[in-house]
T-cell receptor, first 115, second 114 residues
Framework: SQQGEEDPQALSIQEGENATMNCSYK?????LQWYRQNSGRGLVHLIL?????REKHSGRLRVTLDTSKKSSSLLITASRAADTASYFC???????????????FGAGTQVVVTP | EAQVTQNPRYLITVTGKKLTVTCSQN?????MSWYRQDPGLGLRQIYY???????DKGDVPEGYKVSRKEKRNFPLILESPSPNQTSLYFC?????????????FGEGSRLTVL
């Protein structure tokens, strides 16, 4: 079952604009991760935020986590054509030993950045 | 170079012909996992392994088998492939310290079952 659901499904912006996408999930989590996938390639890890963290930055990326609303957002600032990709959130429900290892992904947000 | 290697990258086969997709990682990770990716469904977990000789079912294990005899290898076996197993498959590995950390993914294996 999919734990995370990204919104929007697709996003089209111009270079220099910011891109924001959201992830909602259903059960309590240990951490939440964001990944990028260029067309047909393997996923690449972007950032991990733990359940006791509210915000995290990495370069032009900013991730927030609101555990009370069971949601997270990924902001890409000053986007570039090279940011064109699909972005996935993944939730780790490892709060009990019987849920370890079941990292679950959403369906992704497809981002297109035009020059 | 740290990497997860999958083979084959592309495969066309016929219904019922057993096949194995290999996965190897050189990072000494305890955790390895297989996912399939289908349009509109994101990645769904097939099987995962927390360490050697320890494997568990993910969300969509039917029709698949795995084994973990060595830490670095985690092959995915389709004993009798069917057309609904046509998909893009990814192997991933990670360290585990009480929770699943950053996943390192292979480049994917695109499988078509006729």
């Amino acid at each position: 079952s999919q734990q995370g659901e990204e919104d929007p499904q697709a996003l089209s912006i111009q270079e220099g604009e910011n891109a924001t996408m959201n992830c909602s999930y259903k059960t309590s989590i240990n951490n939440l991760q964001w990944y990028r996938q260029n067309s047909g390639r393997g996923l690449v890890h972007l950032i991990l935020i733990r359940s006791n963290e509210r915000e995290k930055h990495s370069g032009r990326l900013r991730v927030t986590l609101d555990t009370s609303k069971k949601s997270s957002s990924l902001l890409i600032t000053a986007s570039r054509a090279a940011d064109t990709a699909s972005y996935f959130c993944a939730t780790d429900p490892s709060l009990t030993t019987d849920s370890w290892g079941k990292l679950q992904f959403g369906a992704g947000t497809q981002v297109v950045v035009t020059p | 170079e740290a990497q997860v290697t999958q083979n084959p990258r592309y495969l066309i086969t016929v219904t019922g012909k057993k096949l194995t997709v290999t996965c190897s990682q050189n990072m000494n990770h305890e955790y390895m996992s297989w996912y399939r990716q289908d349009p509109g469904l994101g990645l769904r977990q097939i099987y995962y392994s927390m360490n050697v000789e320890v494997t568990d079912k993910g969300d969509v294990p039917e029709g698949y088998k795995v084994s973990r005899k060595e830490k670095r290898n985690f092959p995915l076996i389709l004993e009798s492939p069917s057309p609904n197993q046509t998909s893009l498959y990814f192997c991933a590995s990670s360290w585990v310290q009480g929770s699943t950390g950053e996943l390192f993914f292979g480049e994917g294996s695109r499988l078509t079952v006729l």
